[in-house]
């Protein structure tokens, strides 16, 4: 064999071990899995390279190359979009051209990212609301909101929330022709995380006279106290979000210090003895199906110190990890849709927000998609994604 021959067959090894990832068998389009997690471990390696060498926070450098997959707001011929803010919130508005006798549907949406990432403009972004005012025949509020890790807890919440109760005002809704008794929060991921936390704030508002109708949680981020649970140890390198970036998200949402705080979290080692009693609240062993816990064992945690607690008071906020809301809060929730995917590291949150919702009697349709990862409706080229948002879609018909 020749020296090029060699090196052809050297490199071509390398591409094949840097691509190829070991999948389920019920897996659809393996392949297409494989480029798009090899094309985005390029993007995730190179800026991590940067981050070493001191140059500029890996999350920067992301947020520049997810800028160049944002679309401008150009109306179709179905849809007229728009750019404007509500409360200083830029947000992006969906309405349906056609013409329409009744008040509308509204759905108040909030993008995924880490709390890092993302935008309403976001291509993917864009199409969702596209989809969804166009068969919903709905008005559509895509939000923006302040990421970090320039911008921390509860400067996300925040923004999100001010402009929900903006577009809850009974001036703007019927600026938007949109019916009060028909509006509809939703998120994907930690847009989930955001939609559950703004959505039983809510309850406790006097000043928002108001109330949704529906919350649709989409494989939702609902708390960072246990990172150890049966879906954290199951799909820790799945992709498109492993545990350690999920935890880096977490940490650079709570904190001007994520290293400490991250290190902590890896050990699952962050929760103070103190606080031990908020544990119960996200106790995977008592809220999840058994065949989700699959001979997997409950650990006690190794508490951390009370200064963790002090350093990073966002970590036990309701704010932030809506699973700590009591039941009777809980028991006020609106109707809910959660979807959650079998390969996902936040599968466990979803179902145990399940669990606790119906048992305090709030009507839950839960959609587990056996099949299913991280990032469905963010990741619009492969096929199923196409089916779930459509039932998605089809439940929100039905129901809004």
Not at 66 to 91: G, K, R, Y
Request: glycine share 4%; with cysteine.
């Amino acid at each position: 064999m020749g020296r090029k021959s060699l090196y052809l067959l050297m490199l071509g090894i390398f591409v094949a071990y840097y691509i190829y990832i070991p999948l389920p068998d019920n897996f659809e389009e393996p392949w297409r899995m494989m480029f798009t997690n090899a094309y985005l471990n390029t993007i995730k390696y190179s800026v991590y390279f940067v981050e070493l060498l001191g140059l500029c926070n890996s999350m920067d450098s992301m947020q520049i190359f997810t800028s160049f997959l944002d679309a401008p707001p150009t109306s179709d011929e179905n849809v007229t979009v728009t750019d404007t803010t509500f409360n200083n919130i830029p947000v992006r508005v969906f309405m349906p051209k056609r013409k329409s006798e009744a008040l509308r549907r509204g759905l108040f949406y909030i993008h995924g990212g880490g709390w890092c990432l993302g935008s309403a403009a976001s291509q993917n972004y864009d199409l969702l609301s596209r989809w969804t005012a166009d068969r919903l025949d709905a008005v559509v509020v895509s939000t923006n909101y302040r990421l970090a890790p320039k911008y921390r807890f509860p400067t996300q919440f925040e923004d999100v929330y001010n402009a929900l109760r903006w577009f809850l005002r009974p001036k703007v809704l019927a600026q938007y022709g949109v019916n009060p008794e028909r509006i509809a929060v939703s998120g994907d991921s930690a847009g989930g995380n955001l939609a559950a936390a703004v959505t039983q704030q809510l309850l406790d508002d006097p000043d928002v006279k108001i109330k949704l109708k529906i919350q649709s949680l989409i494989y939702p981020a609902l708390q960072p106290l246990d990172v150890d649970s049966p879906s954290y140890r199951e799909n820790s390198e799945f992709p498109f979000l492993s545990r350690s970036l999920m935890i880096r998200f977490w940490s650079e949402y709570l904190t001007a210090d994520p290293a400490s705080l991250e290190k902590a979290m890896l050990s699952n080692q962050h929760v103070p003895a103190e606080s031990h009693h908020l544990l119960k609240f996200v106790n995977w062993s008592s809220l999840l199906p058994e065949r989700y816990i699959k001979g997997n064992v409950y650990k006690d945690p190794t508490y951390g110190s009370s200064e963790l607690a002090m350093k990073y008071p966002g970590l036990l906020d309701v704010r932030v990890a809506p699973l700590l809301a009591d039941d009777k809060k809980l028991h006020r929730l609106p109707l809910t849709y959660i979807i959650t995917c079998q390969y996902d590291v936040l599968r466990d949150d979803g179902l145990m927000y399940v669990t606790r919702l119906r048992n305090a009697g709030v009507p839950v349709t839960h959609n587990h998609i056996e099949n299913g990862f991280h990032g469905i409706f963010s990741f619009l080229e492969f096929k199923i994604s196409d089916k779930i948002i459509n039932n998605y879609i089809s439940w929100l018909h039905e129901n809004l």
